[in-house]
């Protein structure tokens, strides 16, 4: 089992910058490959970036990557996403999830056993 906690979202002008985190609880995270994903008001929940066992294998949503980076310490049980150059269209609540598997359906969300509540991410214009 692992339990996860975001933290660190808020809101940002346009063209700024934001790093939120996510806290995991529980046994061998460092087992668990993460992502995060996200979903804005009336539209479905959404990939962003993921990141595996292997730094190799971390993937991005085309419209962020360059922009966000995704990273993760395995000593403080964290992940982060660095979003920068913020855009009003990535305003949304931003999820972090970990799975146990590999899979190359990296960015379907029902691939992720394991959800944080989620953090309120908004940039305005």
């Known amino acids: 089992q692992v339990q996860l906690v975001e933290s660190g979202g808020g809101l940002v002008q346009a063209g700024g910058s934001l790093k939120i985190s996510c806290a995991a609880s529980?046994?061998?995270?460092?087992?668990?490959?993460v992502g995060w994903f996200r979903q804005a008001p009336g539209q479905e929940r959404e990939f962003v970036a993921t990141?595996?066992?292997?730094?190799?294998?971390?993937y991005y949503k085309s419209s962020v990557e360059g922009r966000f980076t995704i990273s993760r310490d395995n000593a403080k049980n964290t992940v982060y996403l660095q979003m920068n150059s913020l855009k009003p269209e990535d305003t949304a609540v931003y999820y972090c999830?970990?799975?146990?598997?590999?899979?190359?359906?990296?960015?379907?969300?029902?691939?992720?056993?394991?959800w944080g509540q989620g953090t309120q991410v908004t940039v305005s214009s």
């Open positions: 529980g046994r061998d995270f460092s087992n668990y490959a």
């Open positions: 999830a970990a799975r146990g598997y590999r899979t190359s359906d990296y960015r379907d969300y029902r691939q992720y056993a394991y």
């Open positions: 990141l595996g066992w292997n730094p190799i294998n971390t």
